[in-house]
């Protein structure tokens, strides 16, 4: 997620496909052994859990099938699979609704002042850490200077999202990047009293935009005395304020979330969730009896499509706020070039891909913000597939010729001894149109993680998952020249003076105007080739009530019921 983002999550699609990051979606990485549940046996919080897993007398768990999460701090989380469980076990003051509204969570009520810049906001009087300690003001205040620190405390590196959702507060740069050994305080956080803290902003914004980024895991409240008592291994059973809480983590294994029966919004249907991660097909277990929940795959769709299927009756399909694309580094060669990414754009058929492929699982991406985003547009945005166009586009790059170009390596997320599928069929269209010959190197999550967040990548397979339904959670964060999370180094003036604009326009017509007008500038420049829109395809046990796939991350375990 952030929440925006990431953004890593398995396109349900199909198990070739790469994971995407998220702004939950934005990249982050593991910053600790304890982050990732690291060391050997069981990781367990909660006391006694590995006797809840196995206690048949607990009807209402809901079973489903994951993987290990990349760490469980909020403040440095940035794929969507480990925000899966940040959501469900911490909070911040505001949440996003499954409506995708916004919602309060610690806080009871905010308020604006009339300029604009500060806001107030009032705690509940019966929020508590699962531990059953009460959460102040004060443990909101610590929470966003731990996360906007030049390295949190109980971390080894800086958050790669907190500049892109806390840096409109005022002293949050200049704490962020201090050089000093003690980090200056964030001037623009006050605490009124145990349950009041004001927020003051450097500029004013659009009030949605400012309080849709503290529904963003690098705002959540974590427990100050448990990471300054334990901060090496305060993740292995961090102490949230969310509706579970962590009960058992067994690496590899299964993760068990507990129901809070405290939780201030009400305590949750579901007493008990359990991950599976690992155990073979999903969907073989689902239909054994062992799993409520199941993606469907690329070799199953037509199954569970077919109205005659035992599985079609429990089939459904969620739209995704997701976007797979091929990313430029455009600071290193040939990338510098615009003519060169427009050539690549031009000569690969996603549209044929998606649909023959995939067979339609996935949607070809028609531009950046996907549909049913605020801001989206009808109409193919994208550089369709032309060869003689991508043939002319090259010879009038500064490059002349595939002969005149430099070793191209495009990453991607694999440890496989080919690519994944559709990364082959560009190979082999880059090969016969243009004569461009594309290495492909696959690495490990974390080290691609790594490497983006450097810029050490030249040309890479990603994603892109919203946190907040705005187009700001992908287009000012991914592509404004001076945000952190721009791993391309894409600049462009104009782009930037209208995402600026954006940023602080409170006509909402207007601001989706400019919003529209900076994507089709992006697009036309090739930072990235947008490759397909995503759809989560599951079925789902009937014993289930409630279950949905949100388009984007966002806490839900609590709306769920399970009736065996």
Do not use: C
């Not at 997620?1 to 890593?8: E, I, K």
């Not at 009807?59 to 469900?88: K, Q």
């Not at 500064?398 to 994944?420: F, H, K, N, Q």
């Not at 397909?532 to 079925?539: A, D, G, L, P, T």
């Amino acid at each position: 997620m952030s929440q925006n983002r990431l953004l890593a999550i398995l396109l349900g699609v199909v198990a070739t496909l790469v994971l995407v990051v998220g702004g939950l979606s934005a990249v982050l990485l593991l910053s600790g052994d304890d982050e990732a549940g690291g060391g050997g046996g069981g990781i367990s919080g909660g006391g006694s859990s590995a006797s809840a897993v196995d206690d048949d007398d607990i009807t209402n768990r809901l079973r489903l099938a994951s993987g290990d999460p990349v760490t469980m701090d909020p403040h440095l989380a940035g794929d969507s699979l480990s925000a899966e469980y940040i959501v469900e076990i911490f909070g911040g003051l505001l949440t996003i609704t499954p409506q995708l509204g916004l919602g309060l969570d610690l806080a009871e009520s905010w308020a604006v002042s009339k300029d604009g810049l500060t806001y107030t906001f009032v705690l509940r009087p019966d929020i508590t850490f699962h531990t059953g300690r009460r959460v102040t003001a004060d443990d909101v205040l610590w929470s966003i200077e731990r996360a906007t620190s030049p390295v949190p405390e109980g971390a080894t590196r800086p958050s790669t999202t907190a500049m892109a959702y806390l840096g409109d507060i005022e002293g949050v740069a200049e704490r962020f990047f201090s050089r000093s050994q003690s980090a200056p305080p964030v001037s623009g956080l006050t605490v009124v009293d145990d349950r009041t803290i004001q927020i003051k902003l450097t500029e004013p914004l659009p009030p949605d935009l400012f309080l849709s980024k503290l529904t963003y895991p690098t705002a959540f409240v974590v427990d100050r005395q448990q990471i300054e008592a334990n901060p090496r291994n305060w993740t292995r059973r961090p102490n949230g304020t969310g509706p579970y809480r962590l009960a058992e983590w067994r690496l590899g294994e299964r993760i068990v979330l507990a129901a809070n029966d405290r939780y201030h919004l009400g305590s949750p249907s579901v007493d008990q969730v359990l991950y599976t991660l690992a155990g073979g097909s999903v969907l073989t277990r689902f239909e054994n009896g062992e799993l409520d929940v199941a993606f469907i795959s690329l070799s199953d769709i037509d199954r569970a499509r077919d109205p005659s299927s035992d599985l079609n009756a429990l089939y459904k399909a969620f739209p995704q706020f997701t976007i797979s694309y091929i990313a430029f580094n455009t600071n290193v060669p040939p990338f510098d070039d615009a003519d060169v990414r427009r050539a690549l754009a031009l000569s690969i058929d996603r549209v044929k891909i998606a649909e023959v492929t995939f067979n339609n699982m996935l949607a070809p991406a028609s531009g950046i913000l996907p549909p049913q985003l605020p801001g989206f547009t009808p109409g193919d945005k994208t550089y369709p597939f032309d060869p003689d166009a991508a043939r002319a586009a090259l010879a009038a790059s500064s490059y002349g010729s595939a002969d005149g170009l430099p070793t191209i390596v495009l990453t991607e997320v694999g440890g496989g001894a080919e690519a994944r599928v559709d990364t082959q069929a560009f190979l082999e269209q880059w090969r016969n149109e243009l004569g461009i010959e594309v290495e492909i190197r696959q690495t490990d999550f974390a080290t691609f993680l790594d490497d983006q967040d450097a810029g050490r990548l030249q040309m890479f397979n990603a994603g892109w998952i919203m946190d907040y339904p705005d187009p700001e959670d992908i287009l000012d964060l991914k592509f404004h020249s001076k945000s952190p999370l721009n791993d391309v180094g894409y600049e462009n003036a104009a782009v930037d003076a209208l995402l600026d604009q954006a940023r602080t326009e409170r006509d909402s017509v207007v601001r989706l105007e400019l919003y529209q007008e900076a994507e089709r500038l992006i697009v036309d420049d090739v930072a990235w080739i947008p490759l397909y829109f995503s759809q989560s395809h599951v079925v789902v046990n009937s014993g289930v009530e409630g279950w949905f796939e949100p388009p984007m991350v966002i806490p839900r375990l609590r709306f769920i019921e399970v009736d065996r």
